[in-house]
């Protein structure tokens, strides 16, 4: 499970500005609608507000390569452990998923618990939160597009504003 959340707060050092906070965990997405120009000249432009967690992201992968883990492009790029894995009496010889952040999936959270020796502590897919913060323009921001990889699979930030 991923997790994107917007929190939009008060920035109490200036008078009446409003401050947005976004936490992202995994794949799901933050975009702003912004608008520029007015009347018929107005664009509107998609600003991402988070960073996806894909296991081939470099820091991603840097950080799971560093714990022993495995990043392969199998249909599409995935943290796999680098040997086989038991659970609940079933021996699973490969053992993936297509984010390097998560919440859930024991298997790559704590490998080193269910067989796979060779990783080091800490978890191949983690639950930190990434956050961003960013000043909100009332003249300019009309709206704020929350979605998971369901939707980021098949419309592009531009599309969806």
């Known amino acids: 499970s991923t997790l994107i959340l917007a929190l939009i707060y008060l920035d ?24 520029s120009g007015s009347g018929k000249a107005m664009r509107l432009s998609a600003v991402r ?7 081939n992201r470099p820091d991603e992968q840097r950080r799971i390569v560093a714990r022993n883990g495995v990043v392969d492009h199998h249909g599409v ?7 086989p894995v038991s659970f609940a ?15 859930g999936d024991l298997l790559l959270k704590e ?33 704020l597009v929350l979605a998971c990889d369901g939707v980021w699979d098949v419309l592009r930030d531009e599309d969806a504003v």
Not at 49 to 55: A, E, I, R, T
Not at 115 to 139: H, K, M, N, Y
């Open 111 to 143: 490998p080193e618990r269910f067989g796979c020796s060779t990783v080091r502590p800490g978890g191949l897919v983690i639950a930190d939160p990434e956050f961003r913060t960013t000043d909100l323009d009332p003249e300019a921001d009309r709206f």
């Open 12 to 35: 109490k050092s200036k008078t009446g500005a409003c401050r947005l906070l976004v936490a992202n965990v995994g794949d799901s997405r933050a975009v702003l609608c912004h608008a």
């Open 77 to 83: 790029w995935r943290v796999f452990v680098p040997t």
């Open 49 to 55: 507000l988070s960073d996806d967690h894909k296991p």
């Open 89 to 103: 009496g079933r021996t699973f010889p490969r053992w993936g998923l297509a984010v390097s952040r998560a919440f």
